[in-house]
Structures are given as structure tokens and as C-alpha cells.
């Protein structure tokens, strides 16, 4: 392992999202995304973070797990998750996760979606967003990436308007997502100014706000097969707070 990544930031934090929520995990947040959605909040990593061996990031990783002697069947604690920024954009990420799972780890992979997941380690759990068009990044969904989804995998709808979740709703049924993995509806948590990164991409003109309340209404009333998701990290922390 003598491949380097550009890593912002490794810190242990519980998983704020997806179906592992709540769970302690150890976050690897590598640097650079190729997408700037009108909504992120990681703007930071778009360009902060240093080199960093695959075999130093392994080391910090158990360094960090050395208190959880324990885990639930089938999982061990704590999880690990790469995050960005895009892991995907750098290539040493792909024998990094390979490592992980290797000693023992449930290894999560946060993706935006608009980049090849078929080289991910099956081992690995894919949480692959499909940009909704309040993003400003519809357009660079990877659709070919669907055949490659498997029942570990979990697809993310991050929905701020109401155009969102019609839109979400419709992929649903084009393309059968809910016999595919598990769907989760993330609603947008609204940006404080500091966050707001000049290079972010504009909300479309002509959508509506969608509340949280208006959001799981719908989901309710729509019976859709989703879950909701709040995301913990900014319920029991600063929106802003990093390392969390």
C-alpha cells in the first residue's frame, strides 16, 4: 500500500445518516468533490487537506476503533466511512477500502453518484446520492450506475424543494428503486451564511421550499418506501461544526 490520499480530515463521530444511524463510526473525509451542489455543506473539502499513506490512514483508523472490543452480529465497531468532498475521484481510495474490510471493518462508502461505483469492493456498503434538481447537478446523475446497486446499498434523495420530491418519487418508480436497496429522503438543512461557498451551484429558478414537516407529510400520505433521515450530527452539534 504505497498509493497516498488526500485526506481533510479522520475523526471518530457517530454515523448521522443512513440506515447505520447512530452508530459510532470513524470518519474518513477525503479532499476535492467535482460537483458543487447548492446545498453543501463540506464546502471545506473541496480543496483543503493533505497527502497522507494508505498505511497511515489504516493506522489512525484502528487507533481510533481501540475502545470498541465489541460490535453487533455481522458488524464491527466502530464503522468506517469515506466521505468528501467524492472519494471516488482519487483511485487510492478503492484498495484503502479494500484494506479496511480486510481487518475487520463494515466499510460505508458516501458517493455523489456521478461517478463509476462498479469498482468499489463488494464488500463495501454504496450510499449513492441521485441529485434532485434543486442541486443544480441533475444533469451528472450516473444512471449506468443503477444494474450495479446491490441489497446492501442505499440510495440517497436529498430533497429542498417540492420539485424535488416529485422528481425523487418518479425515479422511484421508473426505475423499481424500492426492489433494489433501501431509499432514503435527507431534507435539505438550510445553509447558515458562513457556509455559503461563492463556487456553489444557484437553486433552480421556479422551485418551492419544501419543509421538514411538509416533507414527511408527503412521505406519509404518498405511502412511499423511503426513510426519512434527519441528520443527527447537526441535531446534536453546530450545523458548522466539523469533526463531528
Not at 446499498?153 to 425523487?168: L, N, Q
Request: glycine share 6%.
Amino acid at each position: 500500500m504505497s498509493e497516498t490520499l488526500v485526506v481533510n480530515e479522520i475523526y471518530l463521530s457517530l454515523q448521522g445518516e443512513s440506515t447505520f444511524a447512530g452508530l459510532p463510526c470513524v470518519f474518513v473525509r477525503l479532499t476535492a468533490c467535482n460537483l458543487r451542489c447548492s446545498y453543501c455543506d463540506t464546502a471545506y473539502a473541496f480543496t483543503e487537506g493533505g497527502k497522507r499513506s494508505l498505511p497511515d490512514i489504516l493506522a489512525e483508523v484502528q487507533r481510533l476503533a481501540v475502545p470498541y472490543t465489541t460490535g453487533i452480529p455481522g458488524h464491527r465497531l466502530p464503522l468506517v466511512e469515506l466521505t468528501g468532498g467524492e472519494p471516488l475521484l482519487q483511485p487510492a481510495a478503492l484498495p484503502l477500502m479494500a484494506a479496511l474490510c480486510d481487518a475487520g471493518f463494515t466499510v460505508l462508502i458516501e458517493t455523489s453518484g456521478a461517478l463509476d461505483i462498479a469498482r468499489v469492493d463488494p464488500r463495501v456498503r454504496r450510499i449513492m446520492d441521485l441529485k434532485c434538481p434543486s442541486s443544480g447537478e441533475v444533469a451528472r446523475n450516473r444512471w449506468e450506475n443503477l444494474p450495479h446497486l446491490r441489497a446492501t446499498d442505499e440510495i440517497k434523495f436529498v430533497i429542498g424543494t417540492r420539485e424535488d420530491y416529485t422528481w425523487a418519487a418518479e425515479q422511484i418508480t421508473r426505475h423499481g428503486l424500492a426492489q433494489v436497496c433501501p431509499l432514503l429522503f435527507s431534507w435539505v438543512q438550510p445553509l447558515r451564511p458562513e457556509q455559503q461557498h461563492p463556487a456553489l451551484k444557484l437553486v433552480p429558478p421556479g422551485q418551492t421550499p419544501i419543509t421538514r414537516l411538509e416533507l414527511v407529510e408527503r412521505i406519509i400520505a404518498d405511502a412511499l418506501p423511503v426513510r426519512f433521515q434527519a441528520q443527527l450530527h447537526k441535531i446534536i452539534w453546530a450545523p458548522d461544526q466539523r469533526g463531528v
